[in-house]
């Protein structure tokens, strides 16, 4: 039985009336130039998406007889795509759950583990739509600082240490939104013992998890060999988001909440999108693998080339570490003096459109707010190029 924690220890951050994800999208607010350059949001090229493999893959699952992929199908998803992603993660076919995407997974995560009025342990800064799947549950957060390893396991072992009692842990492990850090095996390992120690779960949402340029991606047997942790992954960022198309690696403890939870709601996720993916993806085993290649390439070649740019356009004006991965770049204003609402403001009448860093704080302790999150995954490398020569403009203004 747990302690239950002081509210010294808890010092939780109420969010029932949390309003960040409409700033989340506040470029969308406010008029923007015909010619604006948007670094909104995480959105995969549509150059590197196997778009004729699926048109194939769909021909051919309609001529089956029968058409059994228009008809209904198990909660958990069908095969030959949960064998294909079992395969993949390295366990039984029996812990996979299809669901529609990467937040449909979280969404299902919460209602399975976080009762009304729990305490959630969350990354500083976050993905703020997570927040968003906490409202209903009334929940209150914990917010652990993420940096350049990933989530701070010494401070939330010392909050824990103090008397924090979560039910829940969210985390994005790799290539973070926003802050691009990637968190180590060893710490890994480490936040899964303190989860079993503490008896809280850890919601791992990985949707970058195959977006790493170099050097191969860090090891997931810590969380899928674990019953403590609900490993939330998604087609959205390799094969498309339109698919709605994502899963679960559920621990046996709580797959049959989960699967019960989900057949109480949409009961399953569209059969005819199960089995296209899956008919792509079995007849053609070098496919996803090719698909990731060509976007590991371009999206790293993005990348450098908008970090090249910013320095050549305003040279010393913003402190970037170069990603190992995913589709986001969190430079830090340099200068103490640059009011970034102001930079905001004058960036967007120049014609770029960014995420300031303050809509991604969680709670206090960072220096989100003097970042900036530019998203550069569907912007061709001339346009961020000339994001670069705009956002020096709109410096200069200042």
Do not use: C
Request: charged share 20%; proline share 8%; hydrophobic share 45%.
């Amino acid at each position: 039985m747990t302690a239950t924690p002081t509210a010294s220890a808890r010092k939780p951050t109420l969010i029932a009336g949390f309003t960040a994800p409409q700033g989340f999208g506040d470029a969308t607010l406010r008029d923007k130039r015909p010619d604006a350059i948007e670094l909104l949001g995480g959105i995969p090229d549509p150059g590197v998406l196997p778009a004729a493999e699926l048109a194939s893959a769909t021909a051919r699952v309609l001529a089956r007889p029968g058409l059994p992929a228009l008809q209904y199908s198990r909660t958990e998803g069908i095969s030959p795509l949960r064998e294909w992603i079992a395969a993949r993660e390295g366990v039984p076919v029996e812990r996979i759950v299809i669901t529609n995407g990467g937040f449909h997974g979280l969404s299902l995560g919460i209602q399975a583990v976080v009762e009304r009025g729990d305490l959630v342990a969350v990354d500083n800064p976050i993905f703020p739509l997570f927040l968003r799947g906490l409202q209903l549950s009334g929940a209150q957060t914990l917010p652990v600082t993420v940096g350049a390893n990933g989530i701070d396991v010494d401070e939330l072992d010392a909050r824990l240490r103090r008397g924090a009692r979560p039910t829940a842990l969210y985390t994005v492990p790799d290539f973070h939104n926003p802050s691009q850090g990637t968190l180590p095996a060893a710490a890994r390992s480490r936040l899964v013992e303190l989860a079993e120690h503490y008896g809280f779960v850890i919601l791992a949402d990985n949707p970058y998890r195959e977006l790493w340029y170099a050097g191969g991606p860090e090891s997931v047997d810590a969380f899928n060999t674990s019953d403590h942790v609900i490993h939330i992954n998604t087609f959205t960022k390799t094969l498309g988001p339109g698919l709605r198309l994502g899963w679960l690696v559920a621990p046996e403890r709580l797959l049959p909440d989960l699967v019960a939870l989900r057949s109480r709601q949409d009961s399953h996720s569209s059969t005819l999108v199960q089995a296209v993916v899956g008919e792509a993806l079995t007849a053609d085993p070098g496919l996803f693998e090719a698909t990731l290649g060509r976007a590991r390439e371009l999206y790293r070649t993005r990348a450098e080339a908008l970090i090249a740019a910013l320095e050549r356009e305003a040279p010393g004006a913003f402190e970037s570490v170069r990603p190992a991965g995913g589709l986001f770049l969190w430079p830090r204003l340099a200068d103490a003096a640059v009011d970034p609402d102001r930079l905001a403001a004058a960036a967007s009448a120049e014609g770029v459109e960014y995420q300031r860093g303050s809509f991604f704080a969680s709670g206090p302790g960072t220096d989100a707010h003097r970042h900036l999150r530019f998203a550069y995954g569907d912007v061709p490398a001339p346009r961020l190029e000339e994001a670069a020569v705009r956002l020096g403009r709109a410096l200069e203004r200042l």
